[in-house]
C-alpha cells in the first residue's frame, strides 16, 4: 500500500443492494486511498459491476455509506449527486460513446453542459485529452467510424476531461478483440503511474500482478479474499483467487 | 336541469347513437374479414407475383395507401355514376374500405412473406416437403406471426376510420350524432358520447388482437 | 371529352390555392404534434406514476378517437364552448396537430428505447442532470431515428387533412368537391384531386428523406 496511514480518499461500508429478490452485494466494504489501484476479480454474476455502479450512484443501495474526502452525499439530491459523479469517473465495458457525437463532441460535451465551460475552451480541454490517449487525429470521427480500442480510449478521455479524483473502470478490455486490448492497457497503465486513484474490475492477470495494489476477489456479492497480488497469486497460496485465474488462464490459453 | 340532460342522454342520444353503433360493426366485420382476405392476395402477389403480378400488385398498394379515404369513397359514390355505375351508400362505404384495407394489410403480409428466411424453406425442401407444405406448414404460420401486429393495427383503424361512411351518407355512429348535434346544437356532449362509443369499441378490439397475439407468441420469435 | 378537360383546366388555380391550403395545413400540424409529442414521450419514458398516466391518457383517447369525430366535437363543441372562435382551417390544423401529437409520441417513445440504456448511464456517470442527458444526449439521437416514422405520419396527416372539408375549410377536397356539384364532373375531378394528393404525399417523403440524408451521422446504424 502506498499511503496507508492516512485517511481513505473514498470510503465505502456496507453497501447492499437487492434486485428482484435477489442480493446481488452483501453489505461489501472497502476504503480507497489516493493513488491506490484496486482490482476486482471474480466470476460473472458476482456482484463487481453492481459494486462500481454503486459507487457512482448509479444503481442506488439499499443500505450502506459511500463517502468521498468525508463528505457524504444524499442521492435523492440531484445537485449533490451530479456534484459527486463529477468527481469519480466512470468507464463502461461496452464503452457507452454518445453515438451522435464525434469524439472530441463526446469529450467536450460535459464540459460545456455540466462544467460550463465556454466553446473553445472546451475543445482545447478535450483535444488535449484525446491526445493525452493518443487519439487527436481521430477527433472529429464518429463513435462508428472508430474500433473498440480507439472507443474506449475515448470514453477514458471523456472521463479523465472532468478531473475525477477517482476513476472506476468496469471491464475495460473485455468487449475488445484480443489484439486491440494493450492500446487500452497501455492508457490505463500511465494512469496509475501518474498516480490516479482507480478500482478496476478486469481479468487481465499480468496487468494486474504489474500494477495492482490490492486484489479483491468477489463472489455471491461478497469479497471474500483481499490481499496484495504478490500474497494472493503467489504459486501454492491455495487462495481462491489463484484458483479463479489459473482457470480463466488456461481458458485463454496464455501463461500467468 | 340535471334531469333535463339526462332524458335528452337516454331517450334521445342513446337510442339514435345504439342504431348507429350496429350499423358501424355491419360496415366494419365484411370490411376488416374481406379486406384481410383481398389483402393477403395482394400481399403475396407482392412478394411472390414474379415480373408481371407483383408491379400491378405494388401499384394498387401505393395507389390506395398514397390517397385519401375520403377520395376513395366519393370516386366509387359520386364519380362512378359518370360512367353509369351506381352503388348505394352502404356498399360504396364497404367496397371502399376493403380495397383501402387491403392495401394497407398487404404490407404488413408482403413484409412478412419476404422476412422467412432462405434457410427455413431450404429446410423444408431438404425434409421432403412439397411446396405446397411449405408454404402451408413452416411459411404461413411464420408470416402470419410477423404480419398479426401490423394488420391488427389496420383493423383497429378500420374501426375509426368507419366513421368515414357519414360522407357518403351512409349513416352510422357519426352519422347519427351529427344528425343529433344539428337537432339540438348538443355538439359537446353528442360528440363527447360518440368518443366514448368508439374508444369503447377500439379498446375491445386491441385487447382482443392483444390477446390474440400473446396466444400465438413463441419464444424469441420476430425479434 | 373536350368540356370534361375544359373543366378541369379551368378548376386547376382554384384546386391549387386549395392545396397551398393543405400543405400549411399539414405542415402546421406536424409542427404542433411536434411539439405535444416530444414531451409526450419524455414523459412516458422517464416520468414517474401521475405523468405517465397523464400522458397514456392523452394517447390513448386521440388515438381512439376518430379524426371526423375530434373535428366535430372540437370545432362546433369545444372550441366554441371555452370562447375560441377559430376558423375552420385553424381549427382543423389544430386538431391534426393534436392528434398527430399522439401519434408522433409514440414514433418518439420507440426511438428512445430503441437506444442503448448505457447512454443515459454513461451521461449520469459524467454527472449529468436527467434533464440535461434527454435534452443533449437522448433527444438528439431519438430525432434522427424518428424521421422515416416521421415521413409516414406526413402522408396520414395529408390523407387525413381531405377530412377538414366538413367543417367547410376551403382545401383541395372542399374546392373539389365544390366544383364538381356544379360541373357534374364528379369522376375525372375526384380522380385529379386525388392524384394531387398522391404528388403531395411522394414529394413530402422525399423531401424528408434529404432531411434524414442531411442529419445522418456517418457509420451510425441502428
Known sequence: MKTNDKTPLMRVQGLSVRLGGREILKSVSLDLYEGEMKVLIGPSGGGKSTLLQCMNYLILSDRGEIELEDRHVDPHNARELCGFRQQVGMIFQDFNLFDHLTAVDNVSIALRKVRGMGKTEARDRAMAELSRVGLSDKARLYPAELSGGQKQRVSIARALAMDPKVMLLDEPTSALDPELVSEVLTVIRSLAQNGMTMVMATHQMGFTRALADEVLFMQEGCIIEQGSPKELLAEGSGTRTLDFCSQILEVEGCTP | ?223 | MNETLTVLLDALPFVLQGAAVTVTAVVGAMFLGLFIGVPLAVGQVYGGRAVRFVCDTYVWFFRGVPILVLLFLFYFGLFNFIGLNLNAVAAATIVLGMTSGAYQSQIFRGSILSLPKGQLKAARALGMSDALAIRAIILPQALRLSIPGWSNEYSIILKDSALAFVLGASEIMARTHFVASRTYQHLPLYVSAAVLYFLLTWAGVAALRVLEKRVRIKGYVH
Open chain 2, 1 to 223: 336541469m340535471i334531469s333535463e340532460e339526462l332524458t335528452f342522454l337516454l331517450q334521445k342520444l342513446v337510442p339514435a347513437l345504439n342504431e348507429g353503433v350496429l350499423m358501424s360493426i355491419k360496415l366494419i366485420v365484411p370490411s376488416a374479414v374481406l379486406g384481410l382476405a383481398l389483402g393477403v392476395v395482394v400481399g403475396s402477389l407482392r412478394a411472390y407475383g414474379g415480373r408481371f403480378f407483383s408491379p400491378l400488385a405494388n401499384g394498387y398498394a401505393a395507389l390506395f395507401r398514397g390517397t385519401p379515404l375520403v377520395i376513395q369513397l366519393f370516386i366509387l359514390y359520386f364519380g362512378l355514376p359518370n360512367i353509369g355505375i351506381y352503388f348505394k351508400p352502404y356498399t360504396a362505404a364497404v367496397l371502399g374500405f376493403i380495397m383501402c384495407s387491403a392495401a394497407y394489410h398487404s404490407e404488413y403480409i408482403r413484409g412478412g412473406l419476404l422476412s422467412i428466411r432462405r434457410g427455413q424453406v431450404l429446410a423444408a425442401q431438404a425434409l421432403g416437403f412439397s411446396t405446397f407444405r411449405t408454404l402451408v406448414w413452416i411459411i404461413i404460420p411464420q408470416a402470419f406471426r410477423r404480419a398479426l401486429p401490423g394488420c391488427g393495427n389496420e383493423i383497429v383503424y378500420l374501426i375509426k376510420y368507419s366513421s368515414l361512411a357519414y360522407v357518403v351518407t351512409c349513416f352510422e355512429l357519426t352519422g347519427q350524432a351529427k344528425i343529433v348535434a344539428s337537432e339540438t346544437f348538443r355538439f359537446s356532449e353528442v360528440f363527447m358520447v360518440v368518443g366514448v362509443y368508439y374508444l369503447a369499441l377500439v379498446t375491445v378490439a386491441s385487447w382482443g388482437l392483444r390477446r390474440l397475439e400473446k396466444r400465438l407468441e413463441i419464444p424469441g420469435f420476430g425479434h
